[in-house]
């Protein structure tokens, strides 16, 4: 649990204008646990008519592995650095790079947000897809933008609330069916922090661990195919473990998991203090 979040402002003149608890989101764990934060160094995409493009709401980062080389340097520099602490810095998690993928169409943010909200009784309707295949599936189309490199990246996985992300939700301003009720500041922990910037302003010298190929146009994803489900069983346990780690009562009467979630939670177990680089 985080521990006590206090803010003494700077303005004397400052008045309270309104009464937020901070709890956490009971129901709101992704798989890992928490979210990763990426800041751009420039808008990815620019704002038209004054008014940000919403399909960055929903889009899409795909993570790259780097080259072998890349991982090669960075095991030498990961070495040096378990062996000499005081001499050689720590090189920190592998640069990955991210492509970033928009919806093909402007105005679809509303009908993917509608089939990604569990609270959205008509989430599967086919209605909220932009595209249907050959086969009569129905997706949404997202197109590969550009790539971007890692230029900075801190990772928290042994302090889980180090850092948070606050949402303020009073549901007598909610302008849409939500299944958040209650008035409060809902925070989230923030596994990871990255600073993107556009691959062609990466200087090797910087970097030092850069790819300097370029992908074969075989490797390049350009389109993804997008359709939503339910999670399952396995997905439902694991965020539900989550939420037991902060909610007691609710710990006590947790389910047994499903087998297959018990062999995931095992992983997890063997795998701690694994470096994580994407949810």
């Keep these: 649990m ?69 991982c090669q340097e960075h095991a030498s520099k990961t070495a040096l650095h378990k062996a000499n602490p005081s001499l050689y810095p720590d090189p920190g998690p592998i640069p990955w790079d991210y492509d970033l993928f928009l919806a093909e169409k402007e105005g679809s943010a509303k009908k993917i947000k509608n089939s990604l909200s569990l609270s959205n009784p008509n989430r599967d309707d086919a209605d909220n897809y932009t595209h249907e295949g050959p086969d009569g599936t129905k997706y949404h189309r997202y197109d590969r933008l550009r790539t971007y490199a890692t230029s900075t990246q801190v990772l928290n996985t042994d302090q889980k609330y180090k850092d948070i992300g606050l949402v303020l939700f009073d549901p007598a301003q909610a302008t849409q069916d939500t299944r958040l009720t209650q008035k409060a500041a809902y925070y989230y922990p923030i596994l990871g922090k990255t600073r993107l910037k556009p691959e062609r302003s990466r200087t090797i010298a910087q970097a030092g661990l850069a790819p300097t190929r370029a992908k074969a146009k075989e490797e390049q994803v350009h389109q993804i195919q997008v359709s939503v489900r339910d999670p399952n069983p396995d997905e439902t346990y694991k965020r539900a473990s989550h939420r037991a780690q902060v909610d007691s009562k609710f710990a006590k009467n947790m389910p047994s998991p499903p087998a297959s979630a018990e062999e995931v939670i095992k992983d997890d177990i063997d795998a701690e203090g694994d470096e994580v680089h994407s949810p």
Excluded: H, T, Y
């Design 2 to 70: 985080p521990g006590q979040i206090s803010c003494i402002p700077d303005n004397p003149n400052l008045k309270p204008v309104g009464l937020f608890p901070i709890i956490p989101d009971l129901d709101g764990f992704p798989d890992p646990g928490g979210f990763l934060q990426f800041k751009f160094d420039k808008a990815p995409v620019q704002a038209s008519a004054g008014k940000r493009d919403d399909r960055m709401d929903v889009a899409i980062l795909l993570p790259s592995a780097p080259e072998e080389r890349v």
